[in-house]
């Protein structure tokens, strides 16, 4: 390996590593919010960054259905993949992805809240994959969506197109975890938030840039975290260290 090639790689690692270093980094000071901010009981909410957990319920009747398999929902995202060969090997590449939210109830025993969902950080388990082959053709509401999208499924030959479809929602009565600013709820004529909290909505805060909403406990996501925290920092540093060195080899300094 030439010198120069060396460096080059050598500096993409160092990148790398640098990157995995930060998101260590954040993952950290993320877990350590989450393990600091109690939970909340809705009626108990105060205003500013909070910490609930509940059941999701409907507001005011606004479903989504999920595009791929026609499913209630307050939110959802997808994302449609092609798997495409080449002389090097083969990859999957994004040939469309979108993603739908509307304001929604969470629920505990003391009440519930409205949550406006815009600006959050949203991770939930996947709900649904399917991959289509020449052998294996997809369902008809996934036709139907890409059909509507003008997305061929089938190649000019008419053969099925190797496709990898999977998605992601938020359905009535999941459990989920926020994490949140509580502040001023502008639908409180309607009554948006009931058993004497009608003033309050969980939204994205303008000085907490934190917003966050997952299906897993918290319990379960600190444990997350944690492998986040260890991969970060540990891939981080190996990857400074052997892209450093890289370097020094390549221009002879060490």
Do not use: H
Not at 88 to 101: E, F, L, N, Q, S
Not at 109 to 138: C, H, I, M, W
Not at 169 to 193: C, H, M, Q, R, W
């Amino acid at each position: 390996m030439s010198d120069l090639r060396r460096i080059f790689y050598s500096f993409v690692l160092l990148v790398m590593g640098i990157f995995f270093f930060i998101s260590g980094y954040k993952s950290f000071r993320r877990k350590r919010l989450i393990e600091d901010t109690p939970t909340s009981k809705i009626r108990a909410i105060a205003m500013g960054l909070v910490e609930i957990y509940g059941v999701v319920v409907p507001y005011k009747g606004k479903i989504l259905k999920s595009p791929l398999t026609n499913k209630d929902c307050v939110y959802y995202f997808f994302i449609i993949e092609e798997y495409r060969s080449s002389e090097k090997g083969g990859r999957w590449v994004t040939i469309k992805t979108g993603a739908k939210r509307v304001p929604f109830f969470l629920q505990d025993d003391t009440g519930k809240v409205l949550v406006d969902p815009e600006g959050a950080q949203v991770e939930v388990n996947r709900d649904y994959e399917f991959y289509s082959s020449t052998t294996k053709t997809p369902p008809q509401s996934i036709i139907q969506f890409m059909e509507s999208s003008g997305i061929r499924y089938k190649s000019f030959l008419g053969l099925n197109r190797s496709l990898r479809f999977r998605e992601y929602f938020i359905a009535p009565k999941d459990k989920l975890y926020i994490l949140g600013t509580a502040g001023d709820n502008p639908y409180v004529e309607d009554g948006s938030v009931s058993q004497g909290y009608e003033d309050v909505m969980i939204q994205k805060g303008k000085k907490n840039s934190i917003y966050y909403i997952s299906d897993k406990p918290e319990k379960d996501l600190i444990k997350n975290y944690k492998w986040r925290i260890v991969g970060g920092f540990v891939g981080g540093v190996l990857l400074i260290l052997v892209g450093t060195s890289g370097i020094l080899l390549g221009f002879n300094l060490f």
